[in-house]
């Protein structure tokens, strides 16, 4: 049976005010009003799907509890939709699925997750989402500093050689307790690996990202295209990795 799970997030919407979505080859987001008048923005890991209905009740099964908080973002477990879209990409792109990645990728890290707002409820399959609030509408805004999309912007960076070659290791300052919690919502960059070249310029060739699988936490390496490398149950170090670095940078 299909069931409706409520997430609790830092924002709540108003609940009078529609909400604006916006579809588009640079930015996928639901941006709407707050309860206290400000600006909040849904943005999306890996957005597959999404959906728009008018409706004042979730079709979908909720056990709601008079000492539960307000949620107004659902997960919806057992999902008939997310089963279907994954047979559709299996069916037809399976040997083409994200530049070389695992179409199996749908059943194991995506979810549906449904956002209700006044008569009307988004539905959406993704990875992940994650939100933003600010003083200005966030209507066609850049992502804000340190959204989880966006390349570290950290201090704390480390110079190793390997194999005769200067390696960066740009790190996250977040606590590894902070990571660990918004990679419940969205994957966290850790580390972000960059070679120097003949120009003492650098460029990316890893990044570490921390993500949830079956409410566990789990490291994947991935290459600069996105392409996973490596995963692992846990969270892994920097000399874990150093056989993959020492592989690459020859």
Known sequence: MEKAIGILIPIENDYVESPNIIYSDELNSICF???DEKYGRITF???????VCRGEYIPYEYDWKEDEPYFWVYKIENSKWLK????YEKKHYEDCYGFGGDINEMLTDFSHYLFK?????IEVISRGFWFEKNEKTLVNRPLSDN????K????????ININGTNCKIVRNE???QEIKANSEFHQQRLFEFYKEDSNNKYSEIFTLFIFQRNQETNSCLSGFFGKEIFVK??????EEIKPFLEKEIV
Do not use: W
């Open 174 to 176: 977040l606590s590894i």
């Open 117 to 121: 707002f006044h008569d009307e409820f």
């Open 147 to 150: 959204h989880p999309a966006l």
């Open 45 to 51: 890991d890996k957005l597959d799907s999404l959906k």
């Open 152 to 159: 570290l912007n950290s201090d704390k960076n480390e110079i």
């Open 33 to 35: 009003l707050t309860d």
């Open 233 to 238: 149950k846990g969270i892994m170090t920097i």
């Open 84 to 87: 279907e879209r994954y047979e």
